[in-house]
């Protein structure tokens, strides 16, 4: 399976971004497709998940602020990002799971400049 994700870029406090990823490659679904993002020094996190039927789960970092939604029919999920702040800084990772494991995308570059 191979994730490809864009949308990644350079914005002001404040402002939004919207990322997309797509899925290719699988002959089954990927039930639950998220992002993940890493800042420089820290760990990578959860950001926000949906599965199948639509259900979301979210960071509460960006409870609020983030959107995620998915397209089963096309296997992509987008990441719409409002009301970006500079601690949302980081590498943003396309992410997906099924029964045959973990897959990742690489990553993009998010930074919120104040």
């Known amino acids: 399976v191979q994730l490809q994700a864009s949308g990644g870029g350079l914005v002001q406090a404040g402002g939004s971004l919207r990322l997309s990823c797509a899925a290719s490659?699988?002959?089954?679904?990927?039930?639950?497709m998220g992002w993940y993002r890493q800042a420089p020094g820290k760990q990578r996190e959860l950001v926000a998940n949906?599965?199948?039927?639509?259900?979301?789960n979210y960071a509460d970092s960006v409870k609020g602020r983030f959107t995620i939604s998915r397209d089963n029919a096309k296997n992509t999920v987008s990441l719409q990002m409002n009301s970006l702040s500079p601690e949302d800084t980081a590498v943003y990772y396309c992410?997906?799971?099924?029964?045959?494991?973990?897959?990742w995308g690489q990553g993009t570059q998010v930074t919120v400049s104040s």
């Open positions: 949906i599965n199948g039927s639509g259900n979301t």
């Open positions: 490659g699988s002959t089954i679904p990927i039930n639950i």
């Open positions: 992410w997906g799971w099924n029964w045959r494991g973990d897959f």
